[in-house]
Nanobody, 124 residues
Framework: QVHLVESGGGLVQAGGSLRLICVVS????????VGWFRQAPGNEREFVAA????????HYADHVKGRFTISRDNAKKTVYLQLDSLKPEDTAVYYC?????????????????WGQGTQVTVSS
């Protein structure tokens, strides 16, 4: 069983930064691709960023390119999402997800395991 726990969300002013953390409890961390998604009130959940370091692939949604960065610490089995230059429209619950070698990492159905989410609120 794979277990994911997110943290690091909070309230920040526009232009500020946050670092989201996703701890992945799994034996073979390197075998999994990890994605970040978000859901704002009244909206569907949308793709933010994904990485499959085994395949050497990293993807970002267009609206976060250049502002968000996904990274990992293998020893800690942890994936990070650095959020910089935050905007009010980035306000959402952010979820991390894990799947074995997702072929289409921007699609939710590629991931079998999800965390509980962490709230990010950006004030103007």
């Amino acid at each position: 069983q794979v277990h994911l726990v997110e943290s690091g969300g909070g309230l920040v002013q526009a232009g500020g930064s946050l670092r989201l953390i996703c701890v992945v409890s799994v034996e073979t961390f390197s075998a999994y691709g990890v994605g970040w998604f978000r859901q704002a009130p009244g909206n569907e959940r949308e793709f933010v960023a994904a990485a499959n370091w085994g395949r050497g692939s990293i993807h970002y949604a267009d609206h976060v390119k250049g502002r968000f960065t996904i990274s990992r610490d293998n020893a800690k089995k942890t994936v990070y999402l650095q959020l910089d230059s935050l905007k009010p429209e980035d306000t959402a619950v952010y979820y991390c997800a894990a799947g074995l070698h997702p072929i289409a990492p921007m699609r939710e159905n590629q991931y079998d395991y999800w965390g509980q989410g962490t709230q990010v609120t950006v004030s103007s």
